[in-house]
């Protein structure tokens, strides 16, 4: 188990082989600040419903 780097919770993570993670469709640069780490599923999630599509339509500015 470790924490996640945004919430603190709790979640596995096993990055030497099928971790969860590696289901979700890439697409979210890695961080390369201090905040670096493993997200837990709700932060990751959040996250990705918040990237550049989603500000997109938010701003009306589909295409």
């Known amino acids: 188990m470790i924490k996640c780097k945004k919430c603190g919770a709790d979640f596995s993570c096993q990055p030497e082989g099928a971790c969860w993670c590696m289901e979700k ?3 979210l640069p890695v961080p390369t600040d201090d ?3 493993c997200l837990c599923p709700v ?3 959040a996250l990705t419903n918040q ?3 989603t500000e997109r339509r938010s701003s009306g500015n589909s295409q």
């Open 25 to 27: 469709p890439r697409g």
């Open 35 to 37: 905040q670096t780490g």
């Open 43 to 45: 932060c990751l999630d």
């Open 51 to 53: 990237g550049p599509e």
